[in-house]
């Protein structure tokens, strides 16, 4: 069996859903449990949310098979498919799981209108998705009135039909930090007074309607407290994940889930001029002592991070040395002389952010803990 262990505390989700509802007090929680819950097993993480003091009121998913996955362990509250479906096929499959549906193409609105409709029919249903900025997925301003008008006259739709957009700077904390964090601010501004010019006059005006809104993601549940509407969609916060580039998930308010570690499998002595790993790209520059930890990108951890990337070995923080190879990584322990084979080490976790390993990385901490592969054995703690 391989040293390396991914801890998953699930007493921390439960601490980072309390700190996003204290924040969004009046707003519905629909949980963004994609990609395996980040990365820490999407049934733990599901069944913990479902059964919090304040449980959360809906879970979005980007694909069928992890709505089948939670529909299997009991969850009955909504699910949402947050790209919607790619295929007419989908369809029945989706009214047999009683899936909600983000609606954000033209495409998606012609496989409904070709659907049967009986009175047996379960009904779908639907956010629809405005393109406020992003420019990924979504209708533009123009496009919206004919989409919403399309939707409501199909019978086999719910007549509820949620209003929806995402944010693609909205990771400031304040307008008083930096340049790049007004200039972000201004663009969630923006994409802010899209979205209520369009509910205004081609939603509310045109249709008389005043549907169920979402616009937050775990950015601006931080930041921009105006785009709080009746939903708010929280990701990253809830596995104790930061937003913000600096800035830690614990140094806003938020609890490490997720606790990466292995073991030494090897210490020994090298000499100054020896070089150490692939491409020898270390180069002792005295005698001194390495360890080998059994962690590579195998598991997960990232290849590319450098030299002085931090680790804590027994507790005690040192640096990576050398090359990350697939089974393994070396680190220093020049300053560690009493550490031995069965060290432990810890990649990332509640005393070392994965945020800092993310920066060396030159990535971000959702990549980080998403890319943990299944060779890593996961072990949960605080109880589902």
Same mark, same amino acid.
Request: net charge neutral; with cysteine.
């Given at each position: ?7 998953? %505390? ?33 049934? #733990? ?95 533009? #301003? ?7 008008? /399309? ?32 200039? #972000? ?47 708010? /969609? ?100 020049? %300053? ?49």
């Amino acid at each position: 069996m391989r040293a390396a262990l991914a801890e998953i %505390n699930l007493s921390a989700v439960r601490h980072n859903l309390a700190v996003v509802q204290a924040k969004a007090p009046g707003s519905r929680i629909l949980a963004i449990v994609k990609a395996d819950g980040y990365g820490h097993g999407l049934e #733990a993480i599901a069944q913990t949310l479902a059964r919090a003091t304040r449980p959360v009121d809906a879970f979005g998913v980007a694909s069928i098979d992890d709505a089948v996955r939670l529909r299997t362990i009991g969850i009955t509250r909504r699910i949402v498919l947050l790209s919607g479906f790619d295929e007419i096929a989908d369809l029945v499959a989706i009214q047999q799981l009683a899936l909600d549906c983000v609606i954000h193409h033209e495409s998606q609105i012609s496989m409904l209108e070709h659907l049967p409709c009986t009175t047996n029919t379960r009904q779908i249903q639907t956010w629809l998705k405005l393109d406020s900025g992003m420019r990924r997925l979504g209708f533009f #301003a123009d496009q919206f009135p004919l989409a919403l008008q /399309r939707l409501r006259a199909l019978p086999q739709i719910g007549k509820e039909i949620m209003l929806m957009s995402h944010f693609a700077q909205a990771d400031a904390i304040g307008l008083k930090e930096s340049a790049s964090e007004r200039i #972000a601010n201004l663009h969630t501004e923006t994409q802010i007074n899209c979205f209520d010019q369009v509910v205004a006059t081609t939603v509310t005006a045109a249709f008389g309607l005043k549907g169920p809104q979402s616009l937050a993601n775990s950015g601006a549940i931080l930041s921009a407290p105006l785009s709080h509407r009746q939903w708010i /969609r929280p990701g990253g916060v809830l596995y104790g994940l930061s937003t913000h580039d600096q800035h830690t998930g614990s140094e806003l308010g938020f609890v490490p889930v997720m606790r990466l570690s292995t073991r030494l499998v090897s210490v020994k002595t090298i000499q100054a001029g020896d070089a150490v790993g692939y491409g020898g790209s270390f180069v002792a520059p005295c005698t001194m002592r390495i360890g080998i930890a059994a962690i590579g990108y195998g598991d997960g951890y990232p290849r590319h991070v450098a030299t002085d990337t931090p680790v804590h070995v027994a507790g005690v923080p040192t640096r990576i040395i050398g090359r990350v190879s697939m089974d393994l990584l070396t680190v220093d322990l020049s %300053n560690l002389p009493h550490i031995d084979v069965g060290a432990e080490v810890v990649l990332w976790g509640e005393e070392l952010p994965v945020e800092i390993v993310a920066r060396a990385a030159e990535t971000i901490s959702y990549e980080l803990t998403c890319g943990v592969t299944k060779r890593v054995r996961f072990s949960y703690s605080g109880e589902v």
